[in-house]
Nanobody, 124 residues
Framework: QVQLVESGGGLVQAGGSVRLSCAASGRTFSTYAMGWFRQAPGKEREFVAAISWSGSTTYYRDSVKGRFTVSRDNAKNMVYLQMNSLKPEDTAVYYC?????????????????WGQGTQVTVSA
């Protein structure tokens, strides 16, 4: 069982930066692949980024490549999403997710565990 709590969202101007954090509970956190998803109003949830259990492999959706960076600290049970050069279209609720299988997160956009989400609003 893994519980996830996101933090760090807020209002930021276009071109600005925000770092999201996801605190995970559970002794087996380091064995899970982790992901970030987002859902904008009126749109379906979409994959943003994923990181393997070791942190050695990362994936991003095309629209955030070069701007977002996912990382993790297994000693602290934390996952981060550094978001730079933010655009109004990045506005959404961002969710942290955990799954035993990186493929599930990256390809299937599914996960065993989800956080409650944190709002990121980018003003023009």
């Amino acid at each position: 069982q893994v519980q996830l709590v996101e933090s760090g969202g807020g209002l930021v101007q276009a071109g600005g930066s925000v770092r999201l954090s996801c605190a995970a509970s559970g002794r087996t956190f380091s064995t899970y692949a982790m992901g970030w998803f987002r859902q904008a109003p009126g749109k379906e949830r979409e994959f943003v980024a994923a990181i393997s259990w070791s942190g050695s492999t990362t994936y991003y959706r095309d629209s955030v490549k070069g701007r977002f960076t996912v990382s993790r600290d297994n000693a602290k049970n934390m996952v981060y999403l550094q978001m730079n050069s933010l655009k109004p279209e990045d506005t959404a609720v961002y969710y942290c997710a955990a799954d035993n299988n990186l493929y599930s997160i990256r390809v299937l956009s599914t996960a065993d565990y989800w956080g409650q989400g944190t709002q990121v609003t980018v003003s023009a």
